[in-house]
């Protein structure tokens, strides 16, 4: 597998152009396999052996091994039988370790073999009948003599990347490998040396990128002459300058430069000194280089006014990252006027303690700057009129704090589309009144500042793209400038408690709100924002009661639109539904619409009031609330009798209710059959205690009497107080846990007769089995026969 690179060392994408979209490509560096390694771990079984101290290769390897890492150990040796069982072995790295010879066969079996990485080890000579299906092969780093090409080379018409080193070269090194399409050669020239006066050369065929890596702590001194072909990106490591060898350099990159193909120069870890740096751009203005890159510059000795003239040039880009200024007196504008005069389009210069840029003295030809990680102060570029052409200005980590003078910088930038100023400490409190920005600028980057809301109120009428993220933002004012242009908006990891309208931003189509304090977002938000297509406000504290239930069905039918829904929506409040996300958070319609809980509770009170008058209807209930009051007072007032009394035995027989219609029946029939037997019967007239209420009566000679007789007639029904005495023995019925009811149907009783509220009644003569007074006289000695019965037991009870 082969993974095509575009190495961010060969190409301007390093100037930062976040918004404006990269350069064009110039180097492709081809690393295989990920620089095939870069993503080994993908592969899979993988297995990392590395700076374990070992000696020797395991020998547990799992057989279907494809990416083995045995860097930074102490292997002196590679055998056959090391790595003959890894059949699908593609990626093996042994680089920094103690190997001193080796032999291609040891790969015999491991025919899919890819990346090969030896390098930084201690080999002197190979071997050779390389693996075919080689694509990256580092044997740089080593202690070869000459470079280690041999004609079995041209065999890996696969490969695309080949690290060398040695200590001299000849003309024809590479000629092996020359019909080779390579994309990458690197040369290790850290043992390089040839004597005082000698010169080298060596031809470098059919490689679109090469990089040569020199001492780290000598004097530039290689004097060997190399051609190239095609070459496209060149770079160059570890390179120490001062004004006596400076020319080497040059005129190293003499032959180098030639080539109308070379776009790319990067250079990186130089020391020199500033009159050697200037008179190296100097000699690259003309040359046919683009793209010219310096990362870990250290500027050593002085700095003085050196003469830098601006040429015509090819050049289109120029980037210095990380310069270390070693000399700490000197003239501030001999080192930023070479800088500002120079005639190209893009200029970076960060991670650098420059304090101040200049502004040019005659219009420039920059459209794009970038200064991230100076020094920068407000001061900057104020008051400059001669960067008419400036589309994209980056500031980021200087020391910008004034937002109004960031603006007013910008007045005269008529072209400027881009402006980021992120992670300063830009305040907006310090507004001074109308701010007087570009008018130009779509792209504006505020984020990491400790702006507050008043920065709305300062800000450019055309911006599209606004990023506000990370600052001190609580709420957008009602007034702010009506950014009818603006189309992004990024207010995230803020303290804003609600959701931002867009009547101001009449364009808005997408809104980072995400990381802020809003806990009841207004489902009205989408109907102010209609052209939203993008919203994340995720992982704020949400507080899942009624108000938020129309939001989650908001987001819920435009779900498409919303980022990170539904996994970074939860609720923070209450703290029983802690945790629970958005969509899964429920609240019945009745406890969230006040309207509907009055109206249900008024429909469930009209229920109830017609079922309560349906009872007062049909059943009488007031009456028989009534009775249950007083039976409750009369049983209170039993409570206070003294407790002999209350255990005193029964005193009657019977207890007998009638109708004063039926008294004939009672006392000529009845009375004279029951007490014959010596049956004590119990009569209101003659029984009832003076003095007494009647239901106290009724109630206590119920209680005293062993049975209850109901006469019963279409006369007893029609009787208030004979329903009394029914309804007090029924309910003794179930207080004593006793049968003692006896009903005698005097007169029979149609059921349509009976009263609603006589229910028990009804229910009594369904349930219960009661005698029937016989017209024929024949059987009136069953009847009675039948009544005494079920005084037996007490009768037996009493003559004793």
């Not at 304090?355 to 570029?381: A, E, G, K, R």
């Not at 009624?546 to 980022?563: D, H, M, N």
């Not at 004063?660 to 009845?670: C, G």
């Amino acid at each position: 597998m082969v993974l095509i690179l575009w190495d961010s060392r060969c190409n301007m994408t390093r100037d930062r152009e976040p918004i404006v979209g990269s350069f064009h490509v110039v180097c492709i560096l081809a690393l295989i396999v990920g620089s095939l390694m870069q993503s080994s771990d993908e592969l899979e079984p993988a297995v990392d052996y590395s700076d374990r101290n070992l000696t020797h290769v395991p020998k547990d390897l799992p057989p279907r091994t494809k990416a083995l890492n045995l860097s930074q150990n102490s292997i002196q040796e590679l055998q056959m039988s090391d790595v003959s069982i890894l059949l699908e072995l593609r990626v093996l790295r042994l680089s920094h370790n103690r190997i001193q010879k080796l032999d291609f066969n040891v790969f015999k079996f491991n025919r899919e073999l890819e990346y090969l990485d030896i390098s930084h080890n201690h080999l002197r000579n190979i071997s050779c009948c390389p693996v075919v299906s080689l694509k990256h092969l580092d044997l740089s780093f080593n202690d070869f003599d000459v470079l280690p090409v041999y004609k079995e080379f041209g065999n890996l018409t696969k490969l695309s990347f080949l690290g060398l080193s040695a200590t001299k070269f000849r003309h024809l090194d590479l000629l092996p490998v020359a019909h080779l399409h390579l994309n990458y050669i690197l040369l290790g020239l850290v043992g390089y040396h040839v004597k005082d006066g000698e010169t080298e050369s060596l031809q470098v065929l059919n490689t679109k990128a090469l990089h040569l890596v020199f001492h780290q702590n000598s004097l530039f001194s290689v004097q060997v002459n190399i051609s190239v072909n095609a070459l496209r990106c060149l770079q160059l490591s570890n390179i120490k300058l001062n004004d006596g060898n400076c020319q080497k350099l040059i005129t190293f990159l003499l032959e180098l430069t030639r080539g109308p193909s070379l776009l790319n120069l990067t250079l990186y870890h130089v020391e020199t000194t500033w009159k050697c740096l200037v008179k190296l751009f100097q000699f690259l203005w003309p040359r046919p280089v683009e793209y010219l890159n310096i990362y870990n510059l250290t500027i050593i000795q002085s700095i003085n006014y050196e003469n830098f003239t601006s040429s015509k040039t090819v050049l289109k880009a120029l980037t210095i990252e990380h310069i270390t200024n070693q000399v700490f007196i000197f003239s501030k504008e001999a080192l930023y006027s070479v800088f500002v005069n120079m005639n190209i389009r893009k200029l970076t210069i960060a991670d650098t303690p420059f304090i101040h840029m200049l502004c040019p003295p005659s219009p420039s030809t920059f459209v794009f700057l970038n200064f991230t990680q100076n020094v920068f102060t407000d001061s900057v570029f104020q008051d400059c009129p001669t960067l008419k052409r400036l589309q994209t200005l980056i500031l980021q980590k200087n020391g910008l704090k004034n937002l109004f003078k960031v603006a007013l910088m910008t007045e005269n930038m008529a072209s400027l589309e881009t402006l980021d100023v992120s992670l300063n400490s830009l305040d907006s409190r310090a507004y001074e009144g109308t701010c007087s920005w570009a008018e130009s600028i779509l792209v504006l980057n505020l984020s990491s500042n400790v702006l507050t809301g008043s920065v709305f109120r300062c800000l450019p009428p055309k911006v599209k793209v606004l990023d506000l993220h990370n600052n001190r933002i609580k709420s957008i004012p009602q007034k702010v400038i009506k950014l009818e242009a603006l189309q992004e908006l990024n207010v995230a990891s803020n303290s804003l408690m609600e959701l931002p309208g867009c009547g101001a931003f009449s364009s808005l189509s997408v809104l980072a709100i995400e990381h802020n304090s809003v806990s009841l977002p207004s489902a009205d938000f989408f109907q102010s924002c209609q052209k939203i297509r993008s919203i994340a406000a995720g992982n704020n504290p949400f507080q899942c009661t009624c108000e938020l239930r129309e939001f989650v069905k908001r987001i819920g039918q435009v779900s498409e639109v919303v980022e990170g829904w539904p996994d970074s929506y939860s609720c923070d409040f209450p703290e029983s539904a802690q945790g629970t996300l958005l969509q899964d958070f429920h609240m019945s319609p009745l406890s969230c619409d006040t309207g509907l809980l009055i109206v249900t509770i008024g429909a469930i009170l009209l229920v109830l009031a017609a079922f309560v008058a349906f009872l007062c209807y049909c059943l009488d209930l007031p009456w028989y609330l009534r009775m249950v009051c007083q039976w409750t007072q009369t049983r209170r007032r039993a409570r206070n009798i003294p407790v002999e009394e209350l255990q005193r035995a029964l005193q009657f027989h019977a207890f007998v209710s009638y109708s004063e219609h039926d008294s004939a029946w009672v006392k000529n029939e009845l009375l004279p059959n029951l007490e014959k037997d010596g049956i004590r019967v119990c009569l209101h007239e003659r029984n009832f205690i003076p003095g007494k209420s009647i239901v106290e009566n009724i109630i206590h000679f119920i209680e005293k009497s062993y049975k209850s007789i109901f006469v019963l007639s279409p006369h007893f029904i029609q009787s208030e107080w004979c329903h009394y005495e029914l309804y007090f023995a029924h309910h003794n019925l179930f207080h004593e846990g006793s049968d003692n009811l006896i009903l005698i149907l005097l007169e029979p009783i149609p059921q349509d007769n009976i009263p609603n509220r006589y229910h028990k009644l009804r229910a009594l003569m369904t349930q219960r089995t009661y005698l029937e007074w016989p017209t024929e006289k024949s059987k009136h000695g069953l009847f009675w026969a039948n009544l005494r019965a079920s005084f037996i037991t007490k009768l037996a009870l009493s003559n004793e």
